[in-house]
T-cell receptor, first 111, second 115 residues
């Protein structure tokens, strides 16, 4: 079973920041937080991952709380193409451990 | 660089039949994982192959089986199809299993409908 809980859906106006929340209160010390997204009719796509420090790449920023029990994925300027289901996953950073997906958050970016 | 490809894109079968789904991994990737995604759900891990050997399995019955070939492409076989096997089947490839962070690159999936 997934070790994360996420809101089932959220809306965001185009051009605004989208903040997607994830709770992972039972995360272990050696587990990382990963985010993937799945655009309709496509396979999931890796976005970002982190352990305890905030991370940023060309797609998004990841903010992890100090107690590591929750995190927020931030899309700074959402576009219509960011409409997708976003999955938060906790995973040991060891080789090819499988991804355990929950139901994710369906983000709808509205013009 | 060619990404992960899967075939066929869509497939319709009847209960009791057998099906084979195919996946070509991304160039340089020697690990392939298969996932099943039912409608409205997140993908569920079926199994993983690393250098032609099964390297982990999720909670799926033995009628779900697989192969990986020397070129690292892979097949998923499902015997005695049931209605609940209707789903999107996703293949993901990743580089060497010994590395720390192995991003999984997913294919577009095969949509299987069992009637």
């Amino acid at each position: 079973d997934a070790k994360t809980t996420q809101p089932p859906s959220m809306d965001c106006a185009e051009g605004r920041a989208a903040n997607l929340l994830c709770n992972h209160s039972t995360i272990s010390g050696n587990e990382y937080v990963y985010w993937y997204r799945q655009i309709h009719s496509q396979g999931p796509q890796y976005i970002i991952h982190g352990l305890k420090n905030n991370e940023t790449n060309e797609m998004a920023s990841l903010i992890i709380t100090e107690d590591r029990k929750s995190s927020t994925l931030i899309l700074p300027h959402a576009t219509l193409r960011d409409t997708a289901v976003y999955y938060c996953i906790v995973r040991v950073l060891s080789g090819n451990t499988p991804l355990v997906f929950g139901k994710g958050t369906r983000l709808s970016v509205i013009a | 660089e060619t990404g992960v490809t899967q075939s066929p894109t869509h497939l319709i079968k009847t209960r009791g039949q057998q099906v084979t789904l195919r996946c070509s991994s991304q160039s340089g990737h020697n690990t392939v994982s298969w996932y099943q995604q039912a409608l409205g759900q997140g993908p569920q891990f079926i199994f993983q192959y690393y250098r032609e050997e099964e390297n982990g399995r999720g909670n799926f019955p033995p009628r779900f089986s697989g192969l990986q070939f020397p070129n690292y492409s892979s097949e998923l076989n499902v015997n005695a199809l049931e209605l609940d096997d209707s789903a999107l089947y996703l293949c993901a490839s990743s580089p060497d299993s010994g590395a720390a962070h192995n991003e999984q690159f997913f294919g577009p999936g095969t949509r299987l409908t069992v009637l």
